[in-house]
């Protein structure tokens, strides 16, 4: 029985010192993946902030209601952040970039101009849609996309933060067993 309880309290020590490092290492990564997530949103905001872009005020012919009714929100605001950026991108630049060249995408429009270099329409449409396009893409790529991955970096610090409130407890919960032996 003395030989049972040896083992036992052993084990104990040995799992609760598990736990101890499974802490750490929790902490750590998730610590790391807060100030990853927290990098990438300061990048994306500091970036969208120097490029001055900012959605039509309220009341503007611009910001028409019926047009663009999902955009309603952001009125008069700097696009600052990803979720703003994808909303500029797809809701106000998209719908913009629909009404050039008869709602033809920018492949369709360069293919055209090769085909016809003279037409002097042709290829306004063409460096129209290809810098709507272009600036699309940026806000979509470097700043949405980006700002969601900071998003998901700071959810995981979440997690991994909440894992070793976790095994904190089952640590405390192995010292008291381990005390009663």
Do not use: C
């Not at 609760?16 to 100030?35: N, P, Q």
């Not at 905001?45 to 503007?60: A, H, R, V």
Request: aromatic share 10%; charged share 20%; no cysteine.
């Amino acid at each position: 029985m003395a030989k049972s309880k040896s083992q036992r309290k052993t084990v104990d020590t040995v799992l609760v010192f598990l736990g101890v490092v499974v802490i750490a290492v929790l902490v750590v990564l998730g610590a790391l993946a807060w100030k990853a997530g927290d990098f990438a949103q300061k990048e994306v905001g500091t970036e969208l902030t120097s490029q001055k872009i900012f959605f039509p005020p309220k009341g503007s012919p611009a910001l028409d209601p019926q047009e663009f009714p999902g955009l309603q929100q952001y009125a008069g605001q700097q696009v600052d952040n990803g979720p703003k950026a994808k909303a500029y991108a797809n809701e106000f630049i998209g719908v913009h970039l629909k009404k050039v060249a008869n709602g033809q995408t920018y492949a369709e429009v360069s293919t055209a101009a090769l085909k016809d270099p003279t037409n002097a329409a042709l290829q306004q449409e063409k460096q129209v849609l290809f810098q709507g396009e272009t600036l699309r893409g940026l806000l979509l790529g470097d700043g949405y996309a980006y700002w969601t991955f900071g998003a998901i970096a700071k959810d995981a610090a979440i997690a991994l933060f909440a894992g070793a409130a976790v095994m904190l407890l089952l640590v405390w919960a192995g010292l008291i067993h381990r005390a009663k032996l």
